[in-house]
């Protein structure tokens, strides 16, 4: 029935009450004609004014209700448009309403869903019982958090297809604090994964080929020196101690590069634990120092966490440190100052390395990093590269600002260790 009809009906119940009451009243009263025609007249005016006003407030309330459930059919409209997956829940995380994607992406079309949880849903259509295993698990996060929480899911279809949603769910509580509903958006994004490993994959290539033609680059100048000492020792048919020099530092050389290069290509067994980084940084200077005191070097150390715990390789940052430390120093030929300096803030770990040497331009300073990429006449270009993974892989980072003529400062950061 339309709430038009609905208005309809109302009047004309009111009206036959109005009228069997009013009759009733002047049929067994004992009043005189003319009395009884006034009283008539009055009747009908009341009747009539009555019937205005109740007509007045049906029709304003049925043009609500009309404009209510315009609106509401518009919004389902809406929703089952999307192609989106959108699922109301009540706060016992039975199903209210599911639009029409979600139906067909669960087969839910010819399934009673309404008032049912997840795990009942699962047993009514088994082959998503783990999908949605998964649904409340996410779903309890939500509501432990408090706020709305995203994340991905991904399951398989029943046309066997692995499907990726970036899952959006929004906790709905009352003004008491009490749950009240859940509000889940899911996206499917399973082709903009898909897009996203197809170009990892060709950024990998990319690299696999910069870096294969760097090592051919790196390894066949000390190849063709050691094949030219080789060729003059066979024609003179003497063995040369200066030349056996040069070949013995050429083929370190290439062991270097070698060795660096297996770093970078494959990940190497680490001894993860906690330890000081003041412990990593005085071994460092001992080390280095006699190094920086020949090349007229001063390093000064600034560190105002002496407490400060990482959890990792510490062998692999001091590796990091060496080589920070020794760049800095070949970066002073005439000498200078290195200033170190620790601080922890928020439970990061923060290092700065600074000197004072002759700076690094803008357009070098951008390709920083890369292999076998060097400032250094006789630098192989892997030492900032393997610097950089091994922060990466503490899950730390190292940035570097330099300009010509003021030096250049490293700027390392690492998540500080909590005990727990």
Not at 70 to 84: G, R
Not at 343 to 363: F, L, N
Request: overall charge negative.
């Amino acid at each position: 029935m339309s709430a038009k009809s609905k208005v309809i009906t109302g009047y004309s119940l009111f009206s036959i009450c109005w009228l069997i009451v009013t009759d009733g009243i002047l049929h067994f009263s004992h009043i005189s004609h003319d009395l009884y025609v006034i009283i008539g007249m009055a009747k009908g005016a009341v009747f009539v004014l009555l019937s205005i006003i109740f007509l007045y407030h049906m029709l304003k309330k049925s043009e609500q209700l009309e404009k209510v459930v315009e609106n509401e059919q518009q919004l389902s409209t809406l929703i089952n448009s999307m192609p989106d997956f959108v699922c109301f829940k009540d706060s016992e995380g039975r199903w209210l309403r599911v639009n029409d994607f979600g139906r067909r992406l669960y087969c839910l079309e010819n399934v009673e869903y309404e008032g049912k949880t997840d795990r009942e849903l699962g047993e009514m259509v088994p082959f998503f019982k783990e999908a949605f295993e998964q649904c409340i698990e996410s779903d309890q996060e939500a509501w432990e958090k408090g706020k709305l929480t995203r994340c991905e899911e991904s399951f398989q279809t029943v046309d066997c297809e692995i499907k990726t949603f970036d899952v959006i769910k929004v906790p709905l509580f009352e003004e008491n604090g009490a749950r009240k509903g859940l509000l889940t958006i899911g996206r499917d994004i399973t082709q903009q994964k898909l897009a996203e490993s197809l170009l990892l994959k060709k950024e990998k290539l990319s690299v696999l080929g910069e870096l294969a033609a760097g090592i051919a680059h790196e390894i066949r100048n000390p190849l063709t020196s050691m094949k030219g000492f080789i060729q003059v020792m066979r024609e003179t048919r003497k063995v040369n101690d200066v030349y056996m020099d040069i070949i013995s530092s050429e083929l370190e050389r290439i062991n270097q590069i070698v060795s660096e290069l297996l770093v970078l290509a494959k990940p190497q067994s680490h001894d993860y634990k906690p330890f000081f980084l003041s412990d990593v940084i005085g071994y460092v200077i001992n080390l280095i120092g006699y190094e920086a005191t020949l090349n007229n070097v001063s390093i000064s150390v600034h560190n105002n966490a002496p407490k400060a715990c990482m959890y990792g390789d510490q062998n692999q940052i001091i590796q990091v440190f060496i080589n920070i430390i020794k760049n800095a120093i070949e970066a002073m030929p005439n000498g200078g100052d290195i200033r170190l300096r620790v601080w922890e803030e928020e439970e990061v770990i923060h290092i700065t390395v600074s000197d004072t040497g002759v700076g690094i331009s803008k357009e070098r300073l951008e390709k920083i990093g890369e292999p076998f990429f060097t400032l250094k006449e006789k630098g192989v270009g892997l030492g900032l590269t393997t610097s950089m993974k091994i922060a990466q892989e503490h899950k730390g980072k190292l940035e570097i600002k330099s300009e010509i003529g003021k030096g250049t400062t490293v700027h390392l950061a690492f998540p500080a260790y909590q005990k727990r």
